[in-house]
């Protein structure tokens, strides 16, 4: 039970019952927001989850070849068969609204369209570890980038729904108490002074007729 | 354009090379934060890191975890990997939810 600091006048009431219908209206609209929020939320967090699980075993597997690899080979061929890449990756960026959260999404490009590019070298000095490692991780890119954009998509929803969450406790269990309460306080203190005009304005009556009465008799 | 990249220790990121992904070969921290630092302002919008670098790290990424761009993601190093990447999953729906356990269980 708390009641604000304002002045008990029928104006600053029906200025605290347009506050309330406010409140709860916006109160109404968040939480549905929240709600909204929460269910896409926990979709994309679940494909997450399998996601990273899938990307991350991959890039395990590409990294076992890549070991492998070079423990067969000198560094000095592997770097050099890897020096210059013939393909190039680039990203075009875009943006999706999830409920006002605006969250990128992510579309990869390659420099040339044939599959084969991945390989930069010539196959006479190298082993088969390497192509199977880079193959694996061609493999696992497009992947990593879904992963990319939705963990991104996970982390800025994550705090919009801590944000709407913090507001709507804040209207249900503050503003609106407190709201309530006020305009409550407001109207018995107006219903009181009605009252107390009414009695004095009786005893006046009273006093008056008396009066009447007393200067009749003498 | 945007572009991608990743950093790492050279073992684990070599292979990226080959799909035309840059690669940025950085063990320590200092040098590892200058680089993202330095890479947030290039456009580049996607920064695999491994997970190794990423532990020593872990502050810059809560940084950059509220912003759009760049989207840092964690992949697995050479060494193996722990799972950083979904712990910060789980840090994210904590957060959101209050509670992880709906979804990765209560025994972690």
């Not at chain 1, 407190?178 to 306080?185: A, E, G, Q, S, V």
């Not at chain 2, 354009?1 to 050279?10: E, L, P, Q, R």
């Not at chain 2, 035309?20 to 996607?46: C, K, M, P, Q, W």
């Not at chain 2, 509220?66 to 193996?80: D, F, K, Q, W, Y």
């Amino acid at each position: 039970m708390s009641v604000m600091n304002v002045n008990p006048t029928r104006m600053e009431l029906s200025r605290l019952k347009k506050k309330l219908t406010v409140a709860t209206r916006g109160h109404k609209l968040l939480k549905d927001k929240r709600d909204e929020l929460m269910r896409q939320f926990l979709d994309i967090v679940r494909e997450n989850k399998a996601l990273r699980a899938e990307v991350e075993s991959l890039v395990a597997k590409a990294n076992k070849s890549m070991i492998m690899a070079r423990s067969v080979m000198q560094s000095e061929a592997m770097s050099t068969a890897l020096m210059m890449p013939k393909q190039q990756v680039s990203i075009e960026v875009s943006q999706k609204n999830i409920m006002s959260v605006d969250v990128p999404v992510f579309a990869s490009k390659t420099k040339t369209d044939n599959p084969h590019d991945i390989y930069s070298y010539g196959y006479a000095f190298t082993g088969g570890d390497l192509d199977e490692g880079v193959r694996t991780l061609a493999e696992a890119l497009p992947g990593i980038l879904k992963l990319a954009q939705q963990e991104n998509a996970v982390q800025l929803m994550a705090s919009e729904i801590e944000k709407t969450r913090r507001r709507v406790n804040a209207l249900e269990h503050v503003m609106i108490p407190d709201l309530k309460d006020t305009i409550r306080f407001i109207t018995m203190k107006l219903d009181e002074n009605e009252r107390s005009s009414q009695t004095r304005l009786m005893k006046v009556k009273d006093m008056m007729i008396k009066e009447t009465i007393e200067s009749k008799q003498a | 354009m945007a572009k991608i990249c990743v950093i790492g220790d050279y073992d684990s990121i070599c292979g990226f090379n080959a799909l035309g992904i840059d690669t940025f070969v950085s063990t320590e921290r200092d040098d590892t934060v200058r680089t993202i630092e330095n890479l947030a302002v290039n456009h580049y919008v996607i920064i695999l890191i491994t997970e190794n670098i990423a532990l020593k790290i872990t502050d810059i990424l809560d940084k950059y975890k509220s912003e759009p761009l760049p989207a840092i993601i964690t992949i697995p190093a050479v060494s193996g990997g722990g799972n950083l990447g979904m712990q910060y999953l789980r840090k994210a729906v904590e957060q959101a939810v209050g509670s992880a356990d709906m979804i990765f269980g209560a025994d972690e």
